[in-house]
């Protein structure tokens, strides 16, 4: 089925194939990705994209001892495909088997488990500082970047370093004029005037090497050339953002052009100093529906091709959580024109794009730069403003300092609108949303909030605008309960008692509410156990604190959140800190491990915290406490 491709077991061999065979290679490539890839939620479009540049690598490079890092880590599935992993590849993004992203346990091919964008240039350049240190000067270090993680501001904190180390690096820096979304910023200008400047090698040398001759000093006439030789310098050179820095910038070229690619990766392989190679590819490449479309095609859902034309597999009825936040965003920006919104380049995945369309001007794209994104919130904040920060709960992580200093010491109200927040499913460790109730929580002042059920995403929000301080409200990536229920008002510090119960309750932080009805009442017969909506995990209700431990036999904390200072932590820092019997606790969350790549509901699962577990928790915590 796939003859040559089914042969390699490393990716060696490859470069010894003629560019014929290369060319079958990445014919044979696109052909398990389209096929196995409409099956299943994955990234798509990406990966058809960069066929012929992993085969331009490899066959340049050799990967084993030199170094590779694939920025972000999506694009990832050709390098699976052609460093021994063919045979395994039709379990990618399923649990136990591949992951959708670079894992050095699958291969030493893979250097950093990553799937956040931006940190390649960066890690690459330690990769040969620290290969130099170690005496290995001949291995050499490759970075593969995409526009849309270019202009994230880490990018510019590693070039500045390389310019000055002066080190032997390669940045590949593969332009398809997509994000997610199409790509947003100065530096997508930028690029595309340099996909305007034709690449005249041999030209580009020749003036240059004139223009150096005009002196700097002196005549008045000669001084004017001078400033004008840095401006035609750059109007041939292209890349002079780069030159000036120290890093020699060629293109920029043909990225499905296999020989091409060959012959300019080797120059840049000979070349001394850091290098920035421009290629131009197409985003879907070789699927036409996706070249056409490639925002749908990011991670498209399971699909099946109808005479070349997608249709995607039916879903599931209730919307997810994104989307009544999202109603919720228009809603009251319709009502307030001081409410911005904030994303950091995921517009499609927290379907705002009719908040974008509505509301062009209070619509920010700030592109991959989540620190950014956040102090931008607190400058506009400041102003009288009411930016809504909505990012999924992973790549928040990245602006941690600036929710301490621009927003929580300020004691800015800026809202956090933390989508994914809990297991992200098939893309695993890298994304799963599960530290954020640790991290909001530690800040003085800072609300951090969950809505239960899908009613009351919108008392919610409107809370956190009238709100003095900051808040954080964060929601899974799953279907928002339909609880039928009007809400009580939301008020700072208060949870709202779903149902009552006598032996025991369950107290849950955030969308498991559902489980945990259903667990209530599968155990009826047995035990009268209440559930309690907390609402607040800071600050948290402490007369619900109080009542619960009094009243009942055993408290079930639950959340979709790590163990580790999560909800139930502050439920037993807030029973220890009214003196009260914390051994009726049982915190019910995930472990304090990576968890893997899987469907969410397996996962959920697999740490207990499915209906079956939370009904087999409170059964035996009713047993541990019982007075004999
Ligand atoms: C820190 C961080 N923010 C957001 C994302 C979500 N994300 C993943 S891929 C992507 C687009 C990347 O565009 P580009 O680098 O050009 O790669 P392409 O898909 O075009 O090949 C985004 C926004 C992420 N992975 N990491
Ligand atoms: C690579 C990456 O970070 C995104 O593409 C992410 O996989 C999107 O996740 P959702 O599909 O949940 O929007
Ligand atoms: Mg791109």
Redesign the pocket.
Known sequence: MHPLLSQLDSAEPLKDFSSAQLSEVADEIRDVLCNLLATRTAHFA?NL?VVELCLALHSTFDFRTDRLIW??G??VYPHKLVTGRYKDFASIRTQGGLMGYPNPHESEYDLFMT????CSVSTALGLKSGDDLMDRPNSKSVAV?????FPSGIVFEALNNAGFLNKDLVVVL?D?K???CP?VGAMAGYLDRLRGNPFYTGLKHEVVKALNHVPLFGDPAERWLAQMKEGVKAGLLGGMLFEELGIRYIGPIDGHDIPLMKKYLAMAKASEGPVLLHVVTE?GHGYKPAAEDPVFF?TPPAFRDEDGRPVANAGSGQPPYTVSMRDAILNVMEEDERVTVLT???CQGTKMEPVRERFPDRFFDVG?C?SHAVAFAAGQCKTGIRPIVNIYST?LQ?SYDQIFQEVALQDLPVVFTLDRAGLTGPDGPTHHGVYDIGYMRLFPNLAVMAPGYAGEVEPMLRFALQHEHSSSIRYPKTSAFDLQKIPEPIELGRSETIREGTDGTIVVFGALLESALAAAESLADRLSVGVVNARFAKPIDKAMVARTLADDRFVVTLEEGTTVAGFGSAFLEEANTQGLDTRKIKRLALPDVFVEHGERGDLLAQSGLHVEGIAQACQQWNSVTRVP
């Not at 799937?115 to 931006?118: D, Q, V, Y």
């Open positions: 990406s994209g920025d972000t999506h694009q799937g956040h964008a931006g970047i995409g526009d849309g993680a593969n398809n997509m994000s997610i790509r985003k990011h950091a380049a995921m991959i989540e790549f990245r």
